[in-house]
């Protein structure tokens, strides 16, 4: 069970589809400015609408939100934007010296939680030259992906029936740094105890 100081928790709440847990998103901010998340569950306070999953990598969104999410995020940038080959995300730039974006905290409202995402959980390598936001647009169906969830230890109470986030505190600056850096195994580290820690959870539930 994750708990203690700096535990946050949020309810699970049932969505279109009974094989997925879902979580109800109340918006994002970006640095201060906040952005509301609107769909046509947002008045139905019984019906969750973003899957929590830790097997899909980027988080994705609804279309309308997504693109006002990403003029903000664009507009906290002054770095030189660039065309990536992946045709699934659009907000690229170039990558700087070591890798060393400066971007916005983006804190994204669940009901009940605050979750704070950094630069490790915003923006990904997609080359040697080029980074992008790790969040992508959808028509229907938002889902929270792995790397927003990266160091957070993320608990599940079935019996609660809620989902319970707590900062791990092991992401550093460096881990932009080379691939190759000891860095970089430190954040895969940080991903694989995410992740084993949900296949346990899943296994106990299916006891």
């Not at 400015?33 to 609804?62: H, M, P, Q, Y």
């Not at 992508?136 to 608990?155: D, T, W």
Request: proline share 3%; hydrophobic share 45%; charged share 15%.
């Amino acid at each position: 069970m994750v708990e203690g100081l700096g535990t946050v928790s949020t309810p699970i709440i049932p969505g279109s589809f009974d094989t997925f847990y879902y979580l109800k998103l109340e918006g994002m901010s970006v640095g201060s400015k906040r952005i509301d998340f609107v769909d046509a569950s947002t008045s139905n306070e019984l019906k969750g609408n973003i899957i929590i999953d830790s097997g899909t990598t980027l988080t994705i969104l609804l279309e309308n939100f997504y693109t006002k999410l990403e003029a903000e995020v664009e507009a906290h940038i002054n770095l030189e934007r660039v065309n990536s080959t992946d045709q699934i995300l659009s907000l690229c730039y170039k990558s700087p010296p070591n890798n060393a974006i400066e971007v916005p905290i983006i804190t994204a409202h669940f009901a009940g939680a605050d979750i704070v995402l950094n630069s490790l959980n915003t923006f990904v390598s997609v080359s040697d030259d080029a980074m992008c936001f790790a969040f992508a647009p959808v028509a229907s169906g938002s889902i929270f992906g792995n790397l927003a969830q990266m160091n957070q230890l993320v608990g599940y109470d079935f019996l609660r029936k809620t989902v319970s986030f707590k900062s791990t505190g092991c992401w550093f600056k460096l881990i932009w740094d080379n691939p190759f850096n000891f860095s970089y195994f430190l954040s895969l580290f940080c991903w694989f105890k995410l992740n084993v820690f949900y296949v346990l959870m899943a296994w106990c539930r299916s006891r």
